[in-house]
């Protein structure tokens, strides 16, 4: 005989036959509305599941024997081409879970990775074995506690109480290591996590209106989930009241926006559960409050919660058992709390009492899209919006996250996204091929980069060093758009009205800024500030975002960034082979990954401008790029071309280490400011540092850090040199350095250069010259193959079509230029060939 369930205000959830019922209608009314349906099991699993019988059928009609959404029961919400169907109804109030990828909480996570995911795997280890370790540690200190208060035998008992003592000591001790492992792992993950990358959900093949989580271990899934309720629960306290006090006086006043979302947990036996459950897109931390007050834990909720926390009654309890229906745990916590809430002796701050203006809760659910593939993002745009029109204060970074996704979505709405990144790299192989959608990801972080890929130049190989500048670049041409040039300069006595382009209405009209002609230094620090915090996404390690103030001025915010269109191997190269200028444009793509490294080497503003004596030296943004540009022409013995090279190419790939540094010949390394430090006070070497090079370029036992940055480029490097006139830069207060003095030519008298110090350059500087020579050939090698591949088409066409042959005039003329381009490669030919003869003499 079953025992008859407590009545009371919460409710049931209903049978499957129901929930069945349920998806027949939905799929039905997404098929009249044109759009695309949650897969069945999501309905069934994740929606009816937290609906009770008699608000099913309130939602559900049946003309002609048809089941069908009541046209009171769902809305349509049209945002540009995109259409969602959204189901109102009322849901359990502890049925929904808080969605980890809230915009408020995006300076919480870092870029999805294998290697961050594979780092957090192996903090949960750490700390399941820390937790272990940390038991065998207060067993040992009550063995200890024990033998020094037992009577008996004094010999017997000081050996005994000897051993349980060095026993406690080892179990301390390795407490301590463990800890210290798992600060590293920390450190190496930036103290942050990666960012869950979900995916639309597929049914049969196809791509259905709900989202879905790759494959997880359960422990792993406990502890993002964890970590994501503690960070929305830290970014709620800047509220300005008790927001679990007021849900349980007045309860939830506002709805929120749900989606069905699927978790999948790799249990301990290997079996994979498929868990399905809705997901707040807007609400969150109601969502979280609300689990809060029923005493539920988000982690669980996901997961499968524990027999042992809501056990029936006469039910034995099982702590392995976990309990995966929706429907059997909302059935369990309604009864728990209406059978408490019958009982007068219970006390006001029961859950059963606290919880009831909330039992059930109003909100809308995505139940239809007519483009499944682009939901996320859909959904990710209408939580900003939500966010930015409410009242709530945001993080600094988090609402400029969030107003730089705002502003890419407003180049893609007006269909000048594409237009803008083929401007700003003109040498792209094919910017006309690019996926908007997944550039739109991966610009704010929320997908991998590969779909910038069409943006690198033809001939450069895809790395992670080349997509992550492609993504700088792409961010900064978005953030500060070049304007055209102005068409009425030289007149004088007439007024005219700066054309300022197709793209930067699109940023002054989605930043809310004043007109062109009134930006000021404000204007320009707010814009900075918006750049630097889309920047730091694309980091594992973020600093800080205020360490670009004063890296764009008013000029770059009104004309344009003006970056420099050469690829990163091409600016190696050219550094290398002693191009000044390439450096100047190098050290600006190096900005980013100075700013955000393990232990970065670009911070706020530092010292004292009253004085040395009172904060120590004044240092700015602008003085270490300053001073880092002027090291290449400089005379110190402690700077080399070798050494910035070296450092160069070590910080453009420190983001992407999977490993700590090793020293060569097996020394310990230690950061070179903590060098005269105790071994227990130094930083742990995390995957990301960068090893000190010598002035040959080769590495030392020493890790950079800003002690040795500051002290190798110190703030008098970058006074004395202003900026040369007819030079650009972008980024303000960076003087460009001169051509090296060795490589030019004597004039008006002046001493010549020593030519052993003239021979040493040439020697370092011509194997970056000949790749150069080569890369430039090849180039026209392909160039040439392009153009008689076009030839041949056109020809084939000719013939196939009966067309008449060109003019002759024209064809003259075209095999007039071929004639003198042959020419020009013939005897460039020539002069290779005495280059090689050189070759032999040098």
Excluded at 672 to 694: C, L
Aim: aromatic fraction near 4%; hydrophobic fraction near 40%.
């Amino acid at each position: 005989m079953v025992a008859k369930r407590p009545e009371g205000i919460y409710p049931y959830i209903g049978t499957d036959t129901w929930a069945q019922r349920l998806a027949d209608a939905i799929e039905n009314t997404c098929e009249d509305q044109e759009v695309v349906p949650p897969p069945r099991q999501a309905i069934v699993e994740g929606l009816a599941s937290a609906l009770p019988d008699t608000e099913i059928k309130n939602l559900v009609a049946s003309p002609r024997g048809r089941k069908v959404l009541k046209p009171t029961a769902y809305r349509v919400v049209q945002a540009g081409t995109d259409k969602v169907l959204l189901l109102m109804c009322d849901v359990h109030g502890a049925a929904v879970t808080p969605w980890d990828l809230n915009d408020r909480t995006v300076g919480c996570w870092t870029p999805p990775s294998p290697e961050a995911t594979q780092r957090v795997k192996d903090l949960v280890a750490a700390e399941i074995t820390l937790r272990e370790a940390e038991k065998a540690a207060k067993v040992a200190e009550k063995e200890r506690e024990a033998r020094r208060r037992a009577p008996g035998d004094e010999t017997y008992s000081a050996e005994a109480l000897a051993a349980a003592t060095q026993k406690q000591l080892d179990a301390a001790r390795r407490v301590k290591e463990l800890e210290k492992e798992r600060q590293a792992l920390l450190a190496a993950l930036g103290n942050r996590r990666p960012r869950p990358v979900v995916r639309s959900a597929e049914e049969g093949g196809e791509p259905k209106a709900a989202l879905t989580l790759a494959e997880q271990p359960y422990e792993v899934a406990v502890h993002v989930q964890r970590y994501a309720a503690d960070s929305l629960q830290r970014a709620g306290k800047t509220r300005g009241y008790d927001l679990v006090e007021s849900l349980v006086d007045a309860g939830q006043l506002s709805k929120g926006m749900n989606v069905l979302q699927q978790w999948q947990i790799i249990n301990p036996d290997g079996a994979v559960s498929r868990i399905w459950r809705m997901a707040a897109v807007t609400a969150n931390n109601r969502a979280l409050a609300r689990l809060d007050i029923f005493g539920v834990r988000p982690e669980h909720l996901v997961t499968g919660v524990p027999q042992s926390l809501l056990s029936l009654p006469k039910e034995k309890s099982d702590p392995a058992l976990r309990l995966l229906s929706l429907r059997e745990v909302l059935n369990r916590i309604s009864a728990r709390l209406n059978e408490a809430s019958a009982k007068p002796e219970t006390s006001p701050e029961d859950p059963s009492v606290r919880a009831g203006k909330i039992a059930t809760v109003s909100t809308e659910i995505v139940i239809g899209c007519n483009k499944p593939a682009a939901l996320e993002h859909v959904l990710r745009a209408l939580n900003v919006n939500d966010h930015l029109r409410g009242i709530q204060p945001y993080d600094e970074d988090a609402r400029l996250v969030a107003l730089f996704a705002t502003l890419v979505d407003s180049y893609a709405k007006q269909s000048l996204l594409e237009a803008a990144l083929a401007e700003a790299f003109p040498s792209a192989r094919g910017a006309d091929l690019l996926d908007l959608l997944g550039v739109r990801d991966a610009l704010t972080a929320n997908g991998p980069l590969d779909p910038l890929e069409p943006l690198i130049p033809a001939g450069d190989e895809a790395s992670p060093v080349v997509l992550r500048d492609i993504a700088v670049r792409a961010i900064t041409a978005l953030v500060f758009p070049e304007i055209p040039p102005d068409a009425g300069q030289g007149r004088t006595g007439k007024r005219t009205i700066r054309d300022t382009g197709r793209f930067w209405p699109v940023v002054k009209g989605t930043l809310q800024e004043s007109a062109w002609s009134q930006v000021t230094a404000k204007t320009a620090g707010a814009r900075t500030r918006l750049w630097s915090a889309a920047i730091a996404q694309l980091f594992l390690h973020r600093g800080n975002i205020l360490s670009a103030v004063g890296l764009f001025g008013v000029a770059e915010t009104k004309e344009g960034s003006g970056q420099d269109p050469r690829s990163l191997k091409k600016l190696l190269l050219e550094a290398e082979a002693g191009d000044a200028t390439a450096w100047a444009a190098l050290v600006q793509r190096m900005a980013p990954a100075l700013m955000h490294a393990p232990e970065p080497f670009i911070t706020p503003g530092q010292g004292s401008e009253a004085g040395e004596s009172r904060k120590g030296v004044r240092r700015t943004p602008s003085s270490s790029l300053a001073s880092l540009t002027l090291a290449y022409s400089s005379k110190s013995p402690a700077i080399s071309r070798a050494l910035l090279l070296t450092f160069a190419k070590s910080i453009l790939a420190h983001p992407d280490a999977t490993q700590p540094p090793v020293a060569e010949d097996g020394c310990r390394l230690v950061c070179y400011g903590e060098r005269h430090r105790g071994e227990e006070d130094q930083t742990a070497i995390t995957a990301g540092m960068v090893i000190v090079p010598d002035t040959d370029g080769r590495p030392t036992v020493y890790v950079a850090d800003k002690d040795w940055f500051d002290e190798t480029f110190p703030v008098e490097l970058g006074r004395p040199v202003q900026n040369p006139a007819g030079s650009s830069s972008a980024v303000t207060g960076i003087p460009v350095p001169e051509s090296d003095p060795a490589s030019s030519t004597t004039s008006h008298g002046e001493a010549p250069p020593d030519p052993r110090e003239r021979l040493n350059t040439l020697r370092r500087e011509l194997p970056a010259r000949v790749e150069l020579v080569g890369d430039s050939y090849q180039r026209a090698v392909d160039a040439a193959h392009t153009l008689m591949t076009d030839f041949e088409e056109a020809r084939r066409l000719r013939a196939q079509l009966g067309e008449e042959t060109l003019p002759p005039e024209q064809r003259i003329e075209w095999m007039e230029k071929l004639t003198k381009a042959r020419e020009a490669a013939q005897a460039s030919v020539t002069t290779l060939g005495q280059v090689e003869a050189l070759i032999l003499q040098v």
